[in-house]
């Protein structure tokens, strides 16, 4: 049964440091490491994901971010037409001149149209995938 | 000597907080701690930066798949008590932690979509209990939880994860400003005062409650010591 906390008696610091004592060094210590075995647990369990890098541990050359109008990044599979088009289009008040971007002024009209295709391919909303895409570049603009 | 994971593929459960409130009270008690700081934006490392290293608590960080496992090991040989804060996704590197470890705590609050990733988690664990035919406990705890009410939503989660037999820390953590002042004011709860924040000593309470919950599941010298035995008979 789950229960709050706040209805059970606290357990005495004396019981803590006797509970310490009487810990086994514990079966994880003398199991063996087969990487193997462990990297297909955790395919079987859908375990795959990449994580994301320590803070500090980019070893590769960040590359500027780009000027507005000048080309985009085409691992998105986006021709340059594309992102002149989008840019273009943007309605009055769009996000990409709103308080919420002044602050890095080097997050470019680009990444917004780059957002547009993102969200096509994964359905996610849009505001949801903006924030986190600012987050991102925020980021490496950082590093 | 005894590791413990946070593990739960979702962020924002309170696996930091769970681990920091962990390793103050276990640190209180006379305990060495490490903590490891697996996830990338290596909150406890900002932690440790706001006061200075704390006494009996030490901090490894720059985690990654490849070093996971030694730096487990390394954090056994110097610490009695070690705790790996794992980062929310559903990476190999949360696998590897779960195979070092003697206890795997699944953070989770009280709602549906945290119910569904805490039962992701504990089927990770049990896949790696068949390949590593060994048994890894495991409990999900209930965090940031209301200290005076429990929602329906609450209710029902927490009814369905015990009918499917999921096993759960009786000791919730509740949502307490003393909690969250950790990452704003570094130390402990038990560097803190009154003056810092309410409820200062409900706080420490049902920490300490936590702290002796957790410590009662971990593998013990003298149950260990009696299967040998038994094996050897």
Request: net charge negative.
């Given at each position: 049964m789950v229960k709050a906390a706040t209805s059970e008696a606290p357990a005495p610091r004396a019981g803590l440091s006797a509970l310490l004592d009487d810990v086994d060094d514990g079966p994880a210590a003398k199991a063996p490491v087969d990487r193997d075995t462990i990297k297909a647990v955790s395919e079987e369990v859908g375990f795959t994901g990449v994580p994301a890098k320590p803070k500090?541990?980019?070893k590769a050359p960040v590359s500027p971010a780009p000027e507005?109008?000048?080309?985009?990044?085409?691992s998105l599979g986006m021709a340059e037409d594309e992102v002149k088009r989008r840019v273009a289009n943007r309605r009055p008040g769009h996000r990409t001149e709103g308080p919420k971007v002044q602050w890095n002024t080097r997050i470019s009209e680009e990444h917004f149209a780059m957002i547009d295709v993102l969200r096509e391919k994964t359905g996610i909303p849009y505001g949801k995938l903006a924030e986190r895409a600012i987050e991102l570049l925020a980021r490496e603009l950082d590093d | 000597m005894a590791v413990i994971s946070m593990a739960s593929p979702k962020g924002g459960v309170g696996k930091t907080t769970s681990a920091l409130v962990l390793a103050g009270e276990l640190a209180q008690a006379g305990s060495t701690v490490t903590l490891?700081?697996?996830?990338?934006?290596?909150p406890l490392t900002m932690w440790e930066q706001i006061r200075g290293p704390r006494e009996g608590i030490t901090i490894r960080n720059r985690i990654d798949e490849e070093n996971i496992i030694d730096e487990i090991e390394a954090a056994r040989a110097e610490s009695k008590m070690v705790i790996v804060d794992l980062e929310?996704?559903?990476?190999?590197l949360v696998t590897y932690a779960i195979t070092r470890s003697d206890l795997v705590l699944v953070p989770l609050q009280g709602s549906q979509l945290d119910a569904v990733q805490a039962t992701r988690a504990v089927r990770l664990i049990r896949q790696n209990e068949k390949a590593l035919e060994r048994d890894i406990p495991y409990a999900l705890v209930f965090t940031r939880t209301s200290a005076a009410i429990q929602g329906r939503t609450f209710k029902h989660v927490a009814a369905e994860l015990e009918t499917a037999r999921v096993d759960i820390c009786p000791t919730q953590l509740i949502e307490r400003e003393a909690f969250r002042a950790l990452f704003s004011l570094g130390g402990t709860l038990h560097d803190l005062r009154d003056a810092d924040v309410s409820n200062l000593d409900m706080a420490k309470e049902n920490a300490e409650q936590f702290a002796f919950d957790v410590l009662q599941r971990l593998p013990k010298k003298t149950k260990s010591r009696a299967r040998k035995a038994g094996r050897a008979a």
């Open positions: 500090g541990a980019r507005v109008g000048q080309g985009a990044d085409v | 490891i700081d697996a996830d990338p934006n290596e929310g996704t559903a990476g190999v």
